[in-house]
T-cell receptor
Framework: DAGVTQSPTHLIKTRGQQVTLRCSPI?????VSWYQQVLGQGPQFIFQ???????GRGNFPDRFSARQFPNYSSELNVNALLLGDSALYLC???????????????FGPGTRLLVL | AQKVTQAQTEISVVEKEDVTLDCVYE???????LFWYKQPPSGELVFLIR??????QNEISGRYSWNFQKSTSSFNFTITASQVVDSAVYFC????????????????FGSGTRLLVRP
């Protein structure tokens, strides 16, 4: 089975621009979570989606938004980019039957965003 | 508050040495799950193990072993006879139920330990 895929792999933007990152979960998985990983730190939770509904949100400003499509793929949008948004954005999938905190999340390779 | 602490920022060993990566967690929940992930330079987080709070049995998988002790809130990871391919950043993570939103949870990660295995 194919793993979690993300696109693009790398992205360079300037301050104030908007960016859209994409994620396709493992086949059969219905939940997608997004994490931000700043250089030298552990990943920080941004969003969790299950069956196209937002199920959890981390401590991120409203400039961050996401959505999940009927095929369970997901997009993360970030508006009005700041230098501090430069990071590795990771997508994780889980849940064939419903999000449960005992489930293992499987991560994609990430999108490296650089804001200049 | 829920928190994961990995006090070792970086560890350097010579190939074939044993190495232990420490993880200390904080949570008031009685039911929780602990994870270890490996992050090679490519960036992808690779799942290694999951352990629930009711199972304190140590686990061994090949050269990897994990020691879970609730009394000290620790979930340490040992690599026996390390190899160069083990070089990566290792993350310990805690999963708890988000009680403010049904069916929601998140992984809380430590800051990671960078392991360098030299030939």
């Amino acid at each position: 089975d194919a793993g979690v895929t993300q696109s693009p792999t790398h992205l360079i933007k300037t301050r104030g621009q908007q960016v859209t990152l994409r994620c396709s979960p493992i086949s059969g998985h219905k939940s997608v979570s997004w994490y931000q990983q700043v250089l030298g730190q552990g990943p920080q939770f941004i969003f969790q989606y299950y069956e196209k509904e937002e199920r959890g949100r981390g401590n991120f400003p409203d400039r961050f938004s996401a959505r999940q499509f009927p095929n369970y793929s997901s997009e993360l949008n970030v508006n009005a980019l700041l230098l501090g948004d430069s990071a590795l954005y990771l997508c994780a999938s889980s849940s064939r039957t419903g999000p449960h905190f005992q489930e293992t999340q499987y991560f994609g390779p990430g999108t490296r965003l650089l804001v200049l | 508050a829920q928190k994961v602490t990995q006090a070792q920022t970086e560890i350097s060993v010579v190939e074939k040495e044993d190495v232990t990566l420490d993880c200390v967690y904080e949570t008031r929940d009685t039911t929780y799950y602990l994870f270890w992930y490996k992050q090679p330079p490519s960036g992808e987080l690779v799942f290694l193990i999951r352990r629930n709070s009711f199972d304190e049995q140590n686990e061994i998988s090949g050269r990897y072993s994990w020691n879970f002790q609730k009394s000290t809130s620790s979930f340490n990871f040992t690599i026996t006879a390390s190899q160069v391919v083990d070089s990566a950043v290792y993350f310990c993570a805690l999963s708890v139920h988000n009680k403010t939103m049904d069916s929601s949870y998140k992984l809380i990660f430590g800051s990671g330990t960078r392991l360098l295995v030299r030939p």
